[in-house]
Structure formats: C-alpha cells, structure tokens
C-alpha cells in the first residue's frame, strides 16, 4: 500500500473511530461501564482527536519515511479498528484496536 493511501486510511479510520465513539450506542454502552473504562474512552477521544489534527496537518513528505517505517504497525492497526467498529457492544475491544492504531500514528509522526 503507498504511504499516500495508508495516509489517507489512517485519517478516514480516526475519523470513523471518533464517530462511533461519539454514537448514542457507544454512551449507552459506556454509561454501564467501570469508571476507569469510561475513563480510558474519553483519554482515547482526546488522543485521537490530536491524532487526527497532526495527520491532517502533516506535510505528506515530512512524513513519509515515518509511516514507511510504521506500515505493518498501521494496517495492523487499520484492520483491527475495521473489525472493531461493527461490533461497539465490544466496547474495550474497541478502545484496545484505537490505542493499537494511535500508537502506531504516534511513532509515525513523533
């Protein structure tokens, strides 16, 4: 996969994240939850709302060698956020495929 598509996934899957994370499904499910998973939900949304300002923010080219060097880590990352969104009642198993990816964002653009 070129950097400027694993680029531009990586932007689309945050942006998908935060909505579920945002759905009235993900508050009911996290209004049930222990309060230092409801904790950690609102840590991730933070984390992912930089994530995305500094990816879209990003020159590409500045960039690159970064993500050429995190590609496994960001599919890796990619599909289990894919796998995750369509099951939100799994709501930790969410926030584990989130933190996967935002460390691999993290290393790309540290």
Same mark, same amino acid.
């Not at 759905?23 to 930089?50: H, K, T, Y």
């Given at each position: 996969m070129d950097q400027v598509r694993i680029h531009a996934e990586v932007l689309k899957v945050?942006?998908?994240?935060?909505?579920? /994370?945002?759905?009235? #499904?993900?508050?009911?499910? +996290?209004? $049930?939850?222990?309060?230092?998973?409801?904790?950690?939900?609102?840590?991730? /949304? +933070?984390?992912?709302? #930089?994530?995305?300002?500094?990816?879209? $923010?990003?020159?590409?080219?500045?960039?690159?060698?970064?993500m050429q060097a995190e590609e496994a880590a960001l599919k890796a990352g990619l599909e289990a956020v894919s796998r995750s969104l369509g099951h939100l009642e799994d709501f930790r198993g969410l926030m584990d495929s989130a933190a996967s990816l935002l460390a691999a964002v993290g290393e790309a653009v540290a």
């Open positions: 945050l942006g998908d994240l935060l909505l579920a /994370m945002s759905s009235p #499904e993900w508050d009911a499910r +996290l209004g $049930n939850a222990e309060p230092a998973d409801r904790a950690r939900a609102l840590a991730l /949304m +933070l984390r992912l709302q #930089e994530a995305r300002v500094l990816l879209g $923010n990003a020159a590409l080219v500045a960039i690159l060698k970064p």
